[in-house]
């Protein structure tokens, strides 16, 4: 019998991910190090702290609490702060070595990310931005096609007088890519929320009111499609220009795939782009270093995939694909 | 009181009336709307024609039976005026388009010519265009349908002569789709 055809998909992962062994032993030394140092001085300032409160109680009779609990916390931003140093290490070295292998084309910068300005602009979320951070951004072209991606964190501030607290809207990546077709207006697929909570009838009711800044609602003929997603255009043809049944379909694939509680995948297109807010499982973040334990290839595979896992999502869309008048970015003929 | 019940009740069916009315009217127009960008396609297909014809007959000398056929189909879709035959002769013409693309295979040098690759390009997109009016055509009949349909604007669609209309359906051929992304890589 013939042997089946040997799988060449990971060939060349594995012998690239050999390559970063060095770095990697490196770095678990480091970390390792530091994580002793970092200990150390931790339970130093935690133990001076002790000692200066129980020498209070037993002086004056005062237990000094107030100087336990600023102690504790120094301790743990000392801790925090100088294994920080190494996290960064880790993905200022491997983050880029393994972006490269998946495209040269991709550079990475683990400070910065996606401007809120431009996250605001895309309207995909009707809430108010007013804290937003962010990390690990990606970009530069993939398979030719500028794209650019990067965590965010973004919260509302809910005030009602007397307590102020902050609601997270949207965890997980955000991404941005020039999309293969050429568009004038701006259309929305939105997760849909109001037909999942009430129904199709009441659900529709409530689509219908408007958005802000949304143009208006409009229904597409997949009925799987409808029942996740709401789509707000400004442009009934240009809407199914952009929304082919194919796309529909990779669209409703990806929210099964990116689920994540009540949180959903929510696609804008404007600008002749595509924005894509993906929440993240957990809110976890993304291309870490482990704080203990093994550091070694395992750990680079993992980061491997999860930055092949988002680049897929520009695959299944197939943005390269340029079949219609708007030619390729980096390319004058295809 | 019932002088005053008397005098309402007609406003309120006078106002419902107008209102019902209105919201069908703008539902037709919408119908009409949409069936106009389809025509604005299917011409600016017709008008991809003669391009087609000229960059592909110096090489296709044994298929001139296949493109002076397009050649007429177009001409007679571009002439005629009756919207039911349009639609016909458009379907027509869209078949021989395709005909005539899949042919262009057997010759490695057209398919490679720019000017070959542009036209595929142009023809992809205004088939990509084509499809999403009638996708949106679609949607505007059957949102008009739907307010023909149910009652109590059932009753005055009848007494205004709103009538449904028809949804188009995908010819056969144009449900096998093919793959236009293999025309380029094959």
């Known amino acids: ?78 801790y925090t702060q100088m294994m920080g140093g190494v996290r960064l290490k880790y993905k200022k070295l491997v983050v880029p070595a393994l972006l490269k292998e998946l495209d040269p084309g991709l550079s990475y910068n683990p400070d910065g990310c996606i401007p809120k300005e431009e996250f605001r602009r895309s309207n995909i979320f009707s809430q108010r931005a007013d804290s937003y951070s962010g990390e690990d951004l990606v970009f530069g072209s993939y398979k030719g096609i500028p794209v650019r991606f990067s965590e965010l964190k973004v919260q509302e501030k809910h005030s009602d007088g007397k307590n102020t607290s902050y609601h997270t809207f949207f965890s ?24 999942a909570a009430f129904g199709q ?97 395992e750990t680079a595979r993992r980061t491997l995939e999860e930055l092949k896992e988002i680049l897929s999502v520009f695959d299944v869309m197939e943005l390269d694909l340029r079949l219609w008048s708007k030619e390729h970015p980096y390319s004058s003929r295809r | 009181m019932p002088l005053l019940a008397l005098l309402i009740i007609p406003v309120v069916i006078i106002v419902f009336v107008i209102i019902v009315y209105n919201s069908l009217a703008a539902k037709k127009a919408n119908v009409q709307n949409a069936f106009a960008g389809i025509d604005v396609q299917l011409k600016k ?86 499809s999403a009016s009638r996708r949106a055509y679609n949607s505007a009949v059957t949102d008009y349908n739907l307010a023909i349909r149910i009652f109590p604007n059932n009753l005055l669609a009848g007494m205004f002569g709103f009538t449904e209309s028809a949804l188009f359906e995908a010819a056969p051929e144009d449900r096998a789709n093919p793959n236009v992304g293999d025309l380029f890589n094959k």
């Open chain 1, 1 to 78: 019998m013939k042997d089946p055809e040997p799988d060449r998909s990971n060939d060349v992962r594995p012998r690239f991910i050999a390559g970063l062994d060095e770095t990697l032993a490196e770095l678990r030394e480091l970390r390792d190090a530091t994580r002793k140092k970092a200990l150390t001085l931790s339970a130093v300032i935690v133990a001076v702290t002790v000692l200066l409160s129980l020498g209070a109680l037993v002086m004056s009779g005062d237990f000094l609490a107030f100087v336990l609990i600023p102690g504790i916390i120094i301790a743990v931003v000392v």
């Open chain 1, 172 to 195: 997980g990546v955000f991404m941005v890519a020039d999309f293969n077709k050429d568009f004038k207006y701006s259309h929305w697929v939105l997760p849909d929320a109001a037909e």
């Open chain 1, 201 to 297: 009838v009441v659900g529709n009711f409530l689509q219908k009111l408007k958005l802000p800044g949304h143009g208006h609602m409009t229904r597409m003929e997949d009925p799987a499609f409808e029942k996740k997603f709401v789509v707000y255009t400004e442009d009934d043809v240009e809407a199914r220009y952009i929304l082919t049944p194919k796309l529909m379909h990779t669209m409703l694939k990806l929210s099964e795939r990116f689920r994540r509680g009540v949180s959903k995948i929510g696609f804008a297109f404007m600008n002749s782009n595509v924005y894509i807010a993906i929440p993240i499982e957990g809110g976890r973040d993304l291309f870490e270093m482990p704080s203990r334990g093994d550091l070694g290839s």
């Open chain 2, 45 to 130: 297909r017709c008008d991809l024609v003669p391009n087609l014809v000229s960059s592909v007959k110096a090489y296709m000398k044994h298929e001139s039976g296949t493109l002076e056929k397009l050649t007429e189909l177009r001409t007679r879709a571009a002439a005629a005026t009756d919207p039911a035959e349009r639609l016909s002769l458009d379907k027509e013409l869209s078949g021989a388009l395709r005909n005539v693309m899949v042919q262009v295979e057997a010759y490695p040098d057209l398919k490679s010519s720019a000017n070959v690759i542009q036209l595929q390009r142009s023809l992809n997109e205004i088939e990509e265009q084509i």
